[in-house]
Each structure stands twice: as structure tokens, then as C-alpha cells.
């Protein structure tokens, strides 16, 4: 039944017996996304999936902040198969079931949005691009959208200097 709702989903799906961290469920996609198969991931610990944590001592800190809050959520990096790795933001839930308790996590790749942002974020910092009050600069909601759109697909493409002339035809209209 679990493979019948989860394995459509464009993200990994874990379920996960905490007191040992084995893998008792995996999606299609949780598996496949590591170069694995089915019978590599399930009852092996989840750590041995993660690039940035390992050993007891990392386990159980998480454990202890996912039993805190109702949702955890982590930025970290899976392991592949060939030895690269992927960023994934995960969001973890705790729940108890038939006596024994178990964590449900969902784990995202954001490899390409980690990838946008940082480069946003480099050209925020050396291109002056972007206006901290966008509304104050351009005056109408609709300029400062286009502005803003324009920018981020200019910065994807690698062309700065096209949302600069294109917001300056916009502003002269």
C-alpha cells in the first residue's frame, strides 16, 4: 500500500525506525535518486545515505531536535551510488504507530535551486543589481515585478547587463 500512494511522488519518502535508524520504507524515487536499488537502502541506516552526518553521537542530537518540534527540517547532502552527492532539504515528523514510534521523512533534492541561489546571491553581492527598496527605485509594482523576474532569469542565463536595459526601457515607457 505504501509503494501504491508514495512511489508517483517527486520525492524520496522514508520511513525510518529511529532507535537504530534503519530505513523500513522507501519510495521509488528515495532509492533511485541515490543509484541504488530497493534492497541497498532498506534496513541500513539512514546515515549511511548522508554526506554531512555520521555516528551515534550526530544521531541522536538529531533525534533529540526532531522529538522537539512538530516538523524538522535540515538542508544536508545525500550520497549517490558513484560517490557524488546531491542537496536535499529534508522535513522529518515523529509518530507513533501500532506501539512503536517512527519517523516519516520527505526529502527534496534542491541541488538546482542551491545552485540559483548561490548565484543570486554572488550576483546581489558584486553587481548591484538589486535595490534593497525596489518599490522606492521604480515606482509601480508592475516594474519592480518585471524588474525582479527579469533579473533572476537574466542572472540564470548569465545575462546581467540585459535586465539593466531591459527594466530601462520599462521605466521610460
Known amino acids: 500500500m505504501l509503494s501504491e500512494l508514495f512511489d508517483g ?14 530505513i523500513v520504507y522507501c519510495n521509488r524515487k528515495g532509492y533511485q535518486a541515490q543509484g541504488l536499488q530497493a534492497d541497498e537502502v532498506l534496513n541500513h541506516s539512514v546515515l549511511t545515505l548522508q ?19 512538530e516538523v ?27 506501539g512503536n514510534e517512527y519517523y516519516l ?6 541541488t538546482n535551486r542551491a545552485s540559483i541561489v ?8 558584486n553587481s548591484g543589481l538589486y535595490s534593497t527598496k525596489p518599490a522606492t527605485v521604480y515606482g509601480t ?3 519592480v ?9 537574466s542572472v540564470i542565463q548569465g545575462k546581467k547587463k540585459t535586465a539593466r536595459k531591459v527594466t530601462d526601457r520599462l521605466i521610460r515607457i
Open 141 to 143: 509594482g508592475a516594474l
Open 118 to 125: 548561490k548565484r543570486l546571491k554572488k550576483t546581489r553581492k
Open 105 to 110: 521523512s520527505v526529502a527534496r533534492n534542491i
Open 145 to 153: 515585478m518585471t524588474h525582479f523576474i527579469l533579473t533572476i532569469f
Open 9 to 22: 511522488l517527486p520525492d524520496s519518502v522514508s520511513l525510518i525506525e529511529p532507535a537504530i535508524s534503519s
Open 51 to 69: 554526506k554531512d552526518v555520521s555516528g551515534m553521537p550526530a544521531r541522536e542530537e538529531i533525534a533529540e531536535q526532531i522529538s522537539q518540534v
Open 72 to 98: 524538522f527540517t535540515y538542508i544536508g547532502r545525500h550520497l549517490r551510488k558513484n560517490g557524488s552527492d546531491s542537496s536535499v532539504e529534508v522535513k522529518t515528523i515523529p509518530f507513533h504507530y501500532d
